[in-house]
């Protein structure tokens, strides 16, 4: 029987280290100032509640079910849509792309998931620099993955995860000829930042700066 996980794997020394860094904090205060005050309590209150969002951070959605429609692309992160503008992906496709980048703030699932069904046709890592993640240039000069995914049909899209100011981690075990599956995941950028995704320009995009997305189930746009 498959056991499907609520935190990820990911998220065990995170939530370790500061389970331990909470308790620490506690423990020595008391030890400092054992007679309790108001200012006490305000401490446990704040520390519980960074401990309680560091292990939301990790949190799996398994409650999500993926409705694949015909020729959709779906998103491949929770956030606001930042951008959908025509532009030259110089990386890959060397020609015009529609670029979709999907901000994601601390409070999002930061897991990712493959778009649409195909195969992993290219996939690299690009060490850089950890600009906010809302700023254009983020996308080439931050530390970033690109992978790209061929369906049956030939059609390629090109999703890049893109980490940020507070983003230091980007999770990914990919490499050519993988099979990608709709909704399953493709990694995860731990902390908050952005995702982009390259599509043809004839692709009909579903969405609109300002829209909020949810991975794996909102169509980001149908390919022609």
Known sequence: MKIHKRIHEEGTKAILIAFAVVASIIILVNVLWPRQTVWHYLLYAFELIVFILTIRFFRVPIWRKTTLEENAVLAPADGVVAANEE??????????????????????????????????????????????????????????N????????GREVLVRQIAGFVARRIVCDLEPGDEAVAGEELGMIR????VDVFLPLDAEVKVKIGHRTVGKETVLAILS
């Open 191 to 194: 902390f908050g930042s952005r």
């Open 87 to 144: 532009v030259v992906e110089e990386e890959y496709f060397h020609d015009k792309r529609r670029q979709i980048s999907i901000f994601m703030s601390i409070y999002d699932v930061h897991i990712n998931f493959f778009p649409f069904d195909g195969e992993v046709t290219y996939y690299k890592y690009h060490p850089g620099k950890f600009l906010l993640a809302f700023k254009p240039k983020s996308s080439s000069d931050n530390e970033h």
């Open 146 to 153: 690109s992978i790209v995914i061929k369906d049956t049909q």
